[in-house]
């Protein structure tokens, strides 16, 4: 076992005194330049003024000299759409805000205070040696707290441990009026509980950047013996197949993910690869592996260059990755031990890996349905399959209870993600899925969004107008916008 | 803005009873919540055509335009962004006019010339103003093959096509950089209430064959487009023909 240091301890000690104040004093203007920012997706692309911050006056003078068009917070750009980019407006971009700035270990649960452009790569690199965990992991490692706390995101762990936000103990946020506010994660269970500070947490929390900028957060932990996961492999013959083991087994695990086959069509529609584990402990690690448990496996093949045509992804590339992805899969294998990029992040081995779908990009298309409408989930993925646009990357899960923030993305139910890249006719295969959402009281995730319109956003998110309350509390000019905002008409 | 598949989400028509402009707003209304500006002359037919879009599920503004009153345009193009920004702007509004009167009447040749040429240009530079503060959106300027080569049979209305097709094509250059672009779009003879009464030309098109490659183009982020196609390979023919020649074809 680790020896976990007693006291907090300070991993990095050169750290500016940003602790928050009532107003913070300005700076003078900041260096701007125009230009074209885009989402992860790369479709949707549009130009601003990049402030890069790195301090909180730093951003409060941004703020203060808006074009009048706004201002967005933006970490490593690895939302889908439009969320981070403000079109003619200021983006901040707040990367530099990168100090991990306390580490309490002897607390229960163990805490970090971080600044909001850290990356989960780098937290989790500095919190493994103590033996610390980052609680709720989402597919890449290159995202920001504040992009995490933002867009509330979720993992392979959803069902277990909630989502992102569910950890925040607290989180320092710069609003309109140019105050910092720090605010702590309120007790008790409902909405009208809440008061204007409890209710701004939690509209924060997936608030997607728009009640301010996240500038400092207070995290929860868990702890780890190691660096390693036990991972029970099945294949599944078809969806029904997959869905049936994912509802009896899913409870007997922290972690569980499903990918899928979106090509194939007829007997073996929908066969699969469930993937489910647990932290490994350091008694079930190889003897090699016990010399170094906490170590950090990371292995990074290189950047993706900028050389690839639009159909790259076409039903031969797509046909013979699905094929070799779900053969590579054995049947049925218990209790291997992988490292982290092999369990979370297996696309992390690459930077860039977007520039695979050509110029024109690709969308993510991801939903969540109530546990009661498994007929439409399966529809939509029928859909989706039928529909003649291909997508190699897709992921299936079961969702555990969402949670006080009435922009979160996670509910009760199941989520179905896939990328498909852009053509001709996918804007009509987006729109019927939405539909089909809706009507089972589902919805999309804002995070990867590109293109729903505002009365499909506005049917599934019916708690909307609380967060529109507080927003329009602390930001009634609706100084903080982005794309996604007017596109969504917020 | 115009999301990641290509759709708008709001569709400013600068002539909006023409029927090319409203075949465009129909087929990006096709998937609801598209809001729309309507800006034409007040009456009977933009009452109508709003009317049609907002059975389509659009949300509709009307916005009164007047062509000739360039003392108007401001208040025109400033009413077109009041309740938001504008992703698509369609600059529609257009003239054929009498070609043999237009040549020998001072004062129709005039018409044709303010119509087609003027107003297109204040409205452009208006329009681009606006765009650029937003930067984002597409100018989808209407042109014609009229103006590609001008010829006898209909020369002032060519002409002012030709100044009109080369106003947008150098506002597409200079607003690069900016996030707006501009698409300049040439169809051929339109059967449309502009054209009615006229024999159809060889390579006519209808409306909505021109909205639907319009739609496409702007998707697909082009600058100039010919509808139907084969017109590119046509006019490019026909520009090189010399003169001795091209005022004895049929054209």
Redesign the interface.
């Known amino acids: 076992m680790n020896d976990f240091p007693a006291v907090r301890d300070d991993v990095r000690s050169d750290v500016p005194d940003i602790r928050p104040s009532a107003v913070v004093e300005e700076q003078p203007p900041l260096p701007q330049q125009l230009v074209e920012l885009h989402g992860w997706g790369r479709a949707a692309g549009s130009m601003s003024h990049l402030a890069s911050i790195d301090s909180v006056a730093g951003a409060v003078s941004a703020l203060r000299q808006g074009s009048g068009r706004g201002v967005t917070p933006r970490g490593l750009g690895r939302s889908y759409g439009d969320a981070a980019q403000n079109a003619g407006g200021t983006t901040l971009d707040l990367t530099h805000l990168n100090k991990i700035l306390a580490v309490d270990v002897a607390a229960e649960p163990a805490t970090v205070t971080v600044q909001a452009g850290v990356s989960l790569d780098t937290l989790m690199k500095a919190l493994l040696p103590f033996g610390l965990w980052v609680p709720v992991l989402p597919g890449t490692r290159q995202v920001t707290i504040g992009g995490a706390i933002a867009a509330d995101v979720h993992g392979k762990n959803h069902h277990t441990q909630g989502s992102f936000g569910n950890h925040v103990r607290s989180l320092d946020l710069l609003t309109a009026d140019g105050a910092v506010r720090t605010l702590d994660r309120p007790g008790g269970g409902s909405w009208e509980g809440l008061d204007d500070d409890g209710r701004l947490f939690w509209a924060t929390i997936g608030g997607m950047g728009l009640t301010g900028a996240i500038v400092e957060a207070v995290v929860e932990l868990q702890r780890v013996e190691t660096a390693y996961f036990t991972v029970d492999t099945d294949r599944c013959s078809d969806i029904d197949d997959l869905m049936a083991r994912m509802s009896e087994g899913d409870e007997d695990y922290n972690y569980s993910v499903a990918w899928f086959d979106a090509v194939t069509r007829g007997k073996h529609m929908g066969r699969a690869v469930l993937t489910r584990g647990d932290k490994a402990k350091l008694s079930q690690l190889e003897p090699k592996q016990r010399r170094d448990p906490l170590k950090f496996v990371a292995p990074s093949f290189g950047t993706i260059p900028e050389v690839f045509p639009n159909r790259m992804v076409n039903k031969l590339t797509a046909k013979a990755f699905s094929e070799f992805w779900y053969r590579k899969a054995p049947q049925h294998r218990v209790g291997e031990l992988q490292n982290i990029t092999q369990f979370f992040h297996p696309l992390d081995i690459v930077a860039e890996w977007n520039r695979v779908y050509g110029p024109n990009g690709f969308l993510q298309y991801q939903f969540a349905v109530p546990f009661d409408a498994p007929e439409t989930f399966k529809r939509c993925f029928e859909m989706i399959v039928t529909s003649g646009h291909l997508s190699c990357l897709n992921v299936l899960k079961r969702f555990g209870p969402g949670n006080l923030s009435p922009l979160s993305f996670p509910m009760p139910g199941w989520t179905l993600t896939v990328d498909l890249p852009i053509e001709a006719g996918l804007d009509k295969l987006c729109d019927a899925l939405d539909e089909e959402v809706v009507g089972a009281g589902g919805r999309v995730y804002l995070a990867k969004d590109s293109r729903l319109t505002a009365g499909r956003f506005r049917q599934m998110y019916p708690r909307l107008d609380d967060f529109l309350s507080v927003r329009n509390r602390v930001d009634p000019q609706h100084l903080f916008s982005s794309d996604l905002a007017r596109r969504l008409e917020l | ?7 708008p ?1 709001s569709l400013l028509l600068l002539g909006g009873t023409s029927d090319i402009a409203l075949a465009i707003a129909r087929r990006y209304a096709g ?3 598209l809001r729309v500006v309507l800006a034409a002359r007040p009456g009977e037919r933009r009452t109508a055509a709003a009317a049609e879009l907002t059975g389509l599920g659009c949300r509709v503004q009307e916005v009164d335009l007047d062509a000739r009153d360039h003392a108007s345009h401001a208040a025109t193009v400033e009413a077109a962004f009041s309740e ?2 504008i992703d698509v702007a369609v600059v529609a509004f257009g003239l054929l006019g009498d070609a043999e009167q237009a040549w020998q009447d001072a004062e129709h040749a005039l018409e044709l010339a303010e119509v087609n040429y003027t107003a297109p240009v204040h409205l452009g530079v208006l329009l681009a103003e606006r765009l650029k ?4 959106g597409v100018i989808v300027a209407l042109s014609s093959v009229a103006g590609e080569r001008v010829r006898r049979s209909n020369f002032v209305y060519g002409s002012t096509k030709a100044g009109f097709d080369g106003f947008y094509l150098g506002l597409g250059e200079a607003l690069r ?3 707006v672009r501009v698409l300049v779009v040439r169809p051929g003879f339109v059967k449309s209430k502009m054209t009615e009464g006229l024999d159809a030309a060889p390579l006519a098109a209808t409306p909505e064959e021109v909205a639907e490659a319009t739609v ?1 183009a702007v ?1 697909a982020k082009k600058e100039l487009i010919w509808v139907p196609v084969p017109m590119r390979f046509v006019m490019s023919g026909l520009r090189h023909v010399p003169r001795p020649l091209f005022r004895r074809l049929p054209v």
């Open positions: 803005m115009i999301n990641a598949t290509g759709n989400g998937r609801g919540g938001g920004d503060a937003q930067a984002h950089g900016t996030g496409d998707a």
